[in-house]
């Protein structure tokens, strides 16, 4: 651990105990901001550049939104924590090969887009925002938390032939716990935090946490899933994805890699190929259905 997660450990865990509401309003401001931006990557920068850009505004933050094609059949493509549009590079020549458009947002707090923090909401509604734009999408392909929101928006409205899951997870809910666990912040900070989020984010609601499990709202998003995730992951564990399958059945196909960890599974030609083969197996009508 780093001297900054240490100091906060040793700050936070007996403020919790002494101070609860407090303890949870500091973790919860540290939970909701990335920190850090990601750049767009070498690999990425022809990709990026040919991108249309727009504007899109979600609870008052500046959204830099990208479009790849001409916005006829559209595939959402939705990046996880701390990432951006452009780590989908690879599969955007692909998806245009097949007469796709891309169709994608740097969150806030992310990429080129403005604000400091962010939520899994702001992503669910982002996504929402470019299905009023775009009309039904042919397919969408998310990472991790970008999983996690899709999940969240199917269930809510989005309209979408089929989804591709990279690390994806699969409950909102364990967001606060990894959080906790990777600064070695105690159970009396988690729940505080819990509250907080739910009183911040979600109106005071306590069900929220059932309520944005996909693997609970399977009967919401019927349409075909296709997981892909690896068994190293050390950010989000592969127990998330065998969730998703037990709760899907015979509509989700899980694919266990080896070796890509969490964020290099993205850009894995192999991974590529089997998202666009699953994408193009769906048909040009798909999203119409």
């Known amino acids: 651990m780093d001297p900054a997660q240490a100091l906060i450990r040793t700050v936070l865990n007996p403020a919790a105990r002494l101070a609860p509401g407090p303890a949870g309003r500091a973790a919860f401001e540290l939970f909701q901001r990335p920190l850090r931006r990601s750049r767009v990557r070498p690999a990425e920068q022809d990709v990026h550049r040919e991108a249309a850009t727009e504007r899109l505004v979600v609870n008052g933050k500046p959204v830099v939104g990208y479009r790849w ?15 951006r549009a452009s780590r989908f590079a690879p599969f955007v020549p692909r998806l245009r090969e097949l007469g796709l458009s891309a169709v994608a947002f740097d969150a806030p707090g992310h990429g080129d887009s ?19 734009r775009y009309g039904p999408f042919e397919g969408v392909v998310a990472h991790s938390l970008g999983v996690c929101a899709a999940f969240g928006a199917l269930a809510d ?3 979408a032939g089929r989804l591709a899951a990279v690390s994806g997870v699969s409950e909102v809910g364990f967001f606060p716990a990894a959080f906790c666990a990777g600064l070695g912040l105690n159970g009396a900070v988690e729940r505080a935090l819990r509250h907080r989020v739910e009183r911040e984010l979600f109106g005071g609601d306590a069900g929220v946490w059932e309520r944005y499990d996909a693997a609970r709202r399977s009967a919401a998003v019927d349409l075909p899933v296709l997981v892909l995730h690896d068994e190293g992951d050390d950010v989000v564990p592969l127990a998330q994805a065998h969730r998703l399958k037990e709760a899907y059945a ?5 694919v266990v890699t ?12 192999a991974v590529v190929d089997q998202v666009i083969g699953f994408l193009s197996a769906a048909g040009p009508e798909v999203a119409a259905a």
């Open 69 to 83: 094609g001409d916005g006829e059949r559209p595939v959402l493509l939705l990046h996880g924590w701390r990432s």
């Open 114 to 132: 403005g604000g400091r923090t962010t939520s899994v909401l702001e992503f669910r509604e982002l996504a929402l925002l470019l299905q009023e």
């Open 157 to 159: 409205g989005l309209r």
């Open 250 to 254: 015979d509509r989700l196909d899980l």
């Open 258 to 269: 080896r070796g890509l960890g969490h964020r290099r599974i993205v850009a894995e030609p």
